[in-house]
């Protein structure tokens, strides 16, 4: 079985590499030539930890080749995957024309009957117009069957999730389709992934109402964020013993400054677009309160810059991750990119570092300054942000950092630092939602928004103590009324 991957992107390039690692020959098509050349030559266009090596490795033994021809493709392959992308129309449903032009290039050149797979996300109900256009585009006496089979890969661990994917969904309509797809993921499944076999729109709901969820997941807990804002909780241990129900789970119940990237946001409002276009709008209206709470979150750390910038006079930002998130390069709808333009348009002077992201981030965003490392970053810079939590952020000695910036307020949008050796350090340290107690207790500015009581005035510092302090014994008295109350709770 040879295969072709149409569209070599984030997720074309990784499924291509992925697919000569399960022992297939591979044809990769691209039509930006720049990106066919480079992945030709062994390199990959883009930061994806343990693709570079992957992807060299089969290109040097000749089982993976890269080109711009479709036509190359349709002669050469017995299942197509389209991998092309999906991006967001002007009114939020995404754009299909990337996929209806990559069919127009290959079914017609079509020599023997195949296969098609679809891995882009798309609306529920694509399949099924891609399937009229083939029967269309078809040369006479071809069969070409088609198939949709989303991926869920995370960018940063694309490699692991394309060869050990956590389940597979077979959206088929003959059972020629699936045992070809059980023959191309033949060694995951020997390993244990879950198979879903379904129908062409259930698979492309699957992957649309995934992504719908965890959007709503992230949204969810930046709502509790502005709650323990208002009240003093604090929102990253609300998380965790909420994580410790094993209905909920921890994972993406981190509260910070949202969600970004090529993915959830698209998905979201594509989602929202077609459930217009089905005359279902109301059925997933809560899905704009999501995207909602999501932007708010950047506009916080926007405001809460801009407020402590007027109050002292200054002008001059650090900030540390542009990326989406970390261990990528990808700053498709990153939040930290759009905090950073916005603060720029504001006239602040925003100098960013990012161990993955400036070349992507000066393409899209050249009006910004970019520096090689975190300490340039924050040479002079009157307030820092932490954006992106790229571990080695962690790993920053904050006593050196004092002594490069001119300012020392410190804003973790991300909740991801340790704040004791910044607070050691003499930083005033600032998080979203989360309790943080400071050695060194500072005037806070004056919010330019509205300003209830200083005890529940939205902030992101409040001098409080994470846990109260545990008195030294219980006396027999208040232990047996404890004990009381835990039998009357009983
Ligand atoms: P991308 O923009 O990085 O890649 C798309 C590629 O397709 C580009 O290299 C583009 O040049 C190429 N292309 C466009 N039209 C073409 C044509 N007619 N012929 C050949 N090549 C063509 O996008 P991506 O991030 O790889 O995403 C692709 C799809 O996969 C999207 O639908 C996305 O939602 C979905 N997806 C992405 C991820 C991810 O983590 N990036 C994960 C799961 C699903």
């Known amino acids: 079985m040879r295969i072709s991957v149409i569209g070599t992107g984030y997720l074309g390039a990784t499924h291509a590499a992925g697919m000569a690692e399960l022992g297939f020959e591979v044809l990769g098509v691209d039509n930006n030539p720049a990106k066919a050349a480079a992945l030709s030559a062994g390199r990959v266009p883009f930061h994806e930890p343990g693709l570079p090596e992957l992807l060299a490795g089969h290109v040097r033994s000749g089982r993976l080749r890269f080109g711009t021809s479709l036509v190359a493709a349709a002669r050469f392959a017995d299942v197509h995957f389209l991998c092309v992308g999906t991006p967001p129309g002007p009114q939020g449903a995404a754009d299909l024309s990337q996929l209806y032009a990559a069919l127009e290039g290959l079914v017609p050149h079509l020599t023997r009957n195949c296969l098609i797979v679809g891995k882009s996300t798309v609306p529920v109900g694509t399949a099924?117009?891609?399937?009229?256009?083939?029967?269309?585009l078809a040369p006479p006496g071809i069969s070409v069957d088609l198939a949709w089979n989303p991926e869920f890969l995370r960018e940063g661990h694309a490699v692991h999730d394309t060869l050990s994917p956590n389940r597979l969904v077979f959206g088929v309509t003959t059972p020629d389709a699936e045992w070809a797809l059980r023959e191309v993921y033949a060694t995951p499944i020997a390993a244990g992934s879950p198979v879903v076999i379904t129908n062409l729109p259930t698979a492309?709901?699957?992957k649309v109402s995934a992504n719908a969820f965890l959007a709503t997941k992230i949204s969810f807990i930046n709502a509790m964020a502005e709650l323990c804002e208002l009240t003093g909780a604090d929102v990253t241990l609300l998380a965790d013993a909420l994580g410790h129900d094993d209905r909920i789970g921890r994972k993406f119940l981190g509260a910070g400054l949202g969600y970004g990237g090529g993915c959830l946001p698209k998905d979201v409002r594509a989602l929202i677009a077609r459930a217009?276009?089905?005359?279902?709008?109301?059925?997933?209206d809560f899905l704009r309160d999501i995207d909602t709470i999501n932007l708010r979150r950047r506009e916080r750390v926007v405001r809460e810059t801009l407020d402590l910038l007027h109050a002292n006079g200054s002008h001059r930002v650090g900030i540390l991750g542009i990326a989406f998130k970390p261990l990528s390069d990808d700053v498709r709808d990153s939040p930290a990119l759009d905090v950073a333009i916005r603060l720029q348009a504001a006239g602040v002077q925003v100098t960013a570092f990012d161990p993955a992201a400036t070349a992507p981030a000066r393409a899209v965003a050249p009006q910004l300054i970019y520096a090689a490392t975190a300490a340039a970053a924050l040479h002079e810079a009157d307030v820092v942000l932490h954006l992106t939590e790229w571990s080695e952020f962690r790993d920053l000695d904050p006593a050196f950092l004092r002594t490069v910036a001119r300012g020392r307020t410190l804003i973790d949008a991300r909740n991801a630092l340790d704040?004791?050796?910044w607070?050691?350090?003499g930083w005033?340290?600032?998080?979203l939602g989360r309790l943080v107690e400071s050695r060194n207790p500072v005037e806070r500015p004056v919010s330019r928004t509205s300003a209830p009581s200083e005890a529940l005035r939205p902030g992101l510092l409040r001098n409080v103590r994470r846990t109260p302090e545990a008195?030294?014994?219980?006396t027999d008295s208040a232990l047996n009324r404890l004990r009381a109350r835990v039998r009357r709770s009983a």
């Not at 217009?276 to 997933?284: D, F, H, I, N, S």
């Open 419 to 421: 704040p004791e050796p």
């Open 204 to 206: 492309e709901l699957i």
């Open 423 to 425: 607070l050691a350090a």
């Open 276 to 284: 217009g276009e089905l005359g279902a709008a109301e059925t997933v």
């Open 128 to 136: 099924e117009a891609l399937t009229t256009r083939i029967a269309e």
């Open 428 to 431: 005033d340290f600032r998080a």
């Open 471 to 474: 008195p030294a014994a219980l």
